[in-house]
C-alpha cells in the first residue's frame, strides 16, 4: 500500500527536490554564466545527500 501512494507522488518530489537544488544555486549566487554549473548542481545534491542521511539517522 505504501509504495502505491509513494508512486502516487513520486512526481511532486522529484520537482521538489529539484526545486530545492535551484533554490540553493541561487542562494549561493550560482546562477551565473561563469559557475561550472553541473559542479554547483553536484555540490548541492552531495550535501541534500548527507541532509537526508542525518535526517534518517535521527542526528540532525
Not at 6 to 28: N, P, S
Amino acid at each position: 500500500m505504501e509504495e502505491i501512494e509513494l508512486e502516487r507522488h513520486r512526481g511532486r518530489l522529484d520537482r521538489d527536490v529539484a526545486d530545492l537544488v535551484e533554490k540553493y544555486m541561487a542562494i549561493m549566487g550560482w546562477n551565473i554564466p561563469e559557475i561550472d554549473v553541473a559542479r554547483a548542481r553536484a555540490f548541492i545534491v552531495g550535501e541534500l545527500k548527507a541532509a537526508l542521511g542525518r535526517i534518517e539517522s535521527g542526528a540532525r
